[in-house]
């Protein structure tokens, strides 16, 4: 590792001290150098308040050191007014001589607009080091603001023999097979905290009557949202309790009583589903969406190509038969972790 790099990769540890507050502003970590010391770090810790550049330089006891420093930030500073003022200028303002940028911010505001502030100002600016690790720390920062949708992450747990519940005769009768332990329920908690938005199939949510929140792991539950399009799910399902706010795809709009915490969105049979669900979520500023079910809605995100990213828990046991698992393809796991007896496979999709 190059001195860069190894300051760029304290910048990336910083920054994710913000994955759970930041959003939807992305993690961002800063450090400031004097003659081969660390003067200052920072992080944005959460969203609108400072960014990193600011808790970095607030930090920094004598600030007279620096006029002969050097910021590392893991991404672009910013170049307008939002709802703080922009990263850029103070940099400018404190003759900072040097800053060295991880990667460039995709948002259409800043843009290589805070690169080009710096170099206006005789500032010089090395960006691109650690660049990959700087942009996949941010990934659903990207997705969203480069593909205009959300950062899709599907979520299943399925038999060792690939089926993902009982035959659906039977499961009109009896409880959803249990394939998930204690501590990978916990999991998947987590990736529900670190979500905007949740979405379920019909079907799932009338036979397993999910709660899709974050019970078992640390803050805010995300929004919950269903497709169903002839308006038939019972009123009395844990999505339509009140608590959290859910979204609902439909064709047909119903009566939920007076709370504001459920939205009807109305679908176009002239258009297609998916699309419209996504083009919905994006425009309400949706950035990261969590897909837990059913196999069809799953296999369909699969089908279109929507989708970043997905966990798959493979348990210890056979059913033999019922409802497949759906079928990433020729996609190939990132890594499998093995935890009691249960794989938990991680995929990324192929750019």
């Known amino acids: 590792m190059t001195i860069d790099e190894q300051y760029m990769a304290r910048c990336l540890q910083l920054a994710a001290n ?6 939807p502003n992305p993690m961002v970590g800063a450090v400031i150098v004097h003659h081969g010391k660390i003067i200052g770090e920072g992080y944005h810790r959460r969203c609108g308040e400072a960014h990193a550049e600011v808790n970095a330089v607030s930090s920094v006891k004598d600030e007279s050191l620096l006029r002969e420093a050097t910021m590392y930030v893991s991404l672009e500073p910013c170049a307008h007014y939002g709802k703080t003022p922009p990263c850029a200028d103070l940099i400018v303002s404190k003759h900072i001589p040097r800053v060295v940028i991880g990667c460039r911010d995709n948002f259409d505001q800043v843009d290589g607009k805070g690169i080009q502030k710096l170099r206006d100002a ?12 700087c942009r996949a720390l941010n990934r659903a920062f990207f997705t969203y603001h480069g593909k205009r949708r959300p950062y899709i992450i599907l979520k299943w747990a399925q038999s060792a023999d690939g089926y993902i519940d009982k035959n659906r005769a039977e499961r009109t009768d009896g409880p959803a097979v249990r394939f998930s332990t204690d501590e990978t329920s916990m999991n998947v908690h987590r990736l529900r905290a670190l979500s905007d938005a949740i979405l379920v199939g019909r079907r799932t949510a009338s036979l397993d009557n999910p ?4 019970r078992l792991w640390p803050g805010k539950s995300p929004l919950r949202v269903v497709i169903d399009r002839k308006g038939i ?6 999505i339509f309790d009140g608590t959290t706010k859910t ?3 439909t064709d047909v ?3 939920f009583g007076e709370t504001d915490n459920i939205k009807q969105i109305p679908l176009s049979p002239l258009q297609d589903i998916l699309q419209q669900v996504i083009e919905q979520l994006y425009a309400n500023k949706i950035q990261r969406l969590l897909v837990e079910g059913g196999s069809r809605l799953l296999q369909s995100f699969i089908d279109h190509g929507l989708w970043d990213e ?5 348990a210890p046991f056979c059913l033999g038969n019922g409802v497949k698992a759906p079928v990433l393809g020729n996609a190939c796991p990132k890594e499998g972790i093995s935890r009691f007896g249960h794989r938990i ?3 990324l999709q192929e750019k």
């Not at 913000?18 to 959003?23: E, T």
């Not at 709660?211 to 974050?214: A, G, P």
């Open 18 to 23: 913000g994955r759970f507050d930041a959003a």
């Open 122 to 133: 005789g500032i010089e600016v090395t960006v691109g080091v650690l660049e990959e690790e």
């Open 211 to 214: 709660s899709l929140t974050t």
């Open 233 to 238: 799910l019972d009123l009395g399902l844990k």
């Open 247 to 249: 979204a609902v795809f």
């Open 253 to 255: 709009f119903r009566d």
């Open 310 to 314: 997905a966990f798959v828990e493979e």
């Open 345 to 347: 496979w991680h995929f």
